[in-house]
């Protein structure tokens, strides 16, 4: 049940990024948990209501593209998503090598020297795993062929539209300098490809950051990494990488547009809340009384926050 105007999203799409698993369990710079910090990306995606349809991973899935890390990565997501009921979405990063990512994520012995492209199908809601990687280097390509195939995918539009998953974002990054280095080169070429297409939103990692653009007339969302962040403010450093602020990405997908929520890995203590079971109270109760009762300023809820908030007695609502 509803309880504003909006109707629940069509889609649930959880979007992950460079997760940077190491083999053996050790240690990113000798104290970032990789394996731990995407456990614990995991376990708050369990408890969401409505669960993701979809996982997807916008690279640099293995730090230095180990085997045993892939398979790694595919024993802690996969049960994950099948308990989620979600499909996973993989796409190749900077980090990742196509011979070991066919291999270990597809199972694919021999398909590691071509570009790793697929497309999903979730629920009518088409995603596209473009592999911008070029090998031996940082920076991101796409080859003419894979514009060429990509152009061919979407010149059949998807029942609820697409969504492009790449590792190297098209958009600028004024808070991170040094990404200009190593962007994905000739973004015009891959504009001309999406504009006037069915793409809904494209959705990147490589930055280790959030941030938000647009390409070619579409929402471009970049998901910070689940390992370690970059500090869009730091003083007096070019790049400054640190142990905190991972996050992911929920994108809702409504017939008319998309919202995106950050949500960080890390949960932080809470100051004040009430139980998930008021929501059967509150749907109980008509839109004009759900209304008088969290929005009027002086009702019992808000009389209860208030209190809460200036550190006095409270704890009248819910009854």
């Known amino acids: 049940m509803q309880l504003g105007q909006h109707p629940p999203p069509r889609h649930v799409v959880a979007h992950l990024s460079d997760p940077h698993l190491l083999a053996g369990g050790r240690l990113q710079y000798g104290r970032v948990d990789t394996e731990g910090n995407l456990r614990r990306a995991l376990d708050r995606l369990a408890g969401l209501d409505p669960a993701p349809q979809a996982l997807v991973f916008t690279g640099d899935l293995a730090d230095r593209a180990e085997p045993a890390a892939y398979a790694r990565l595919r024993a802690l997501v996969e049960p994950a998503a099948a308990a989620l009921g979600a499909e996973v979405v993989w796409t190749m990063g900077n980090h990742d090598e196509r011979h070991a990512y066919a291999d270990a994520l597809f199972d694919e012995h021999d398909g590691g020297a071509r570009p790793q492209d697929r497309v999903h199908d979730v629920d009518g809601l088409r995603i596209v795993a473009l592999d911008t990687s070029v090998p031996?280097?940082?920076?991101?390509?796409?080859?003419p062929a894979q514009l060429a195939w990509l152009a061919d995918v979407l010149a059949t539009p998807a029942p609820h539209g697409t969504l492009l998953a790449m590792h190297h974002p098209p958009l600028p990054v004024p808070m991170l300098r040094a990404a200009e280095i190593i962007e994905l080169l000739d973004q015009p070429a891959l504009a001309e490809v999406v504009a006037g297409?069915?793409?809904?939103?494209?959705?990147?990692?490589?930055?280790?950051?959030?941030?938000?653009?647009?390409?070619?007339?579409?929402?471009?969302?970049?998901?910070?990494?689940?390992?370690y962040t970059s500090d869009p403010a730091p003083v007096d450093r070019f790049v400054s990488g640190v142990d905190g602020h991972a996050a992911f990405t929920m994108l809702h997908l409504y017939d008319d547009r998309l919202v995106h929520t950050l949500v960080?890995?890390?949960?932080?203590?809470?100051?004040?809340?009430?139980?998930?079971?008021?929501?059967?109270?509150?749907?109980?109760?008509?839109?004009?009384?759900?209304?008088?009762?969290?929005?009027?300023?002086?009702?019992?809820?808000?009389?209860d926050e208030e209190a809460a908030s200036a550190g006095e007695p409270h704890g009248t609502w819910p009854p």
């Open 136 to 143: 031996g280097y940082h920076h991101g390509e796409l080859e």
């Open 197 to 227: 297409t069915d793409v809904r939103g494209v959705l990147g990692g490589h930055l280790h950051l959030t941030t938000w653009s647009t390409f070619a007339g579409v929402p471009v969302s970049v998901a910070s990494a689940t390992c």
């Open 264 to 303: 960080p890995v890390a949960a932080a203590p809470e100051l004040h809340g009430y139980p998930a079971d008021v929501v059967a109270q509150l749907e109980a109760l008509s839109v004009d009384e759900r209304r008088d009762l969290l929005s009027r300023k002086d009702s019992p809820f808000n009389a």
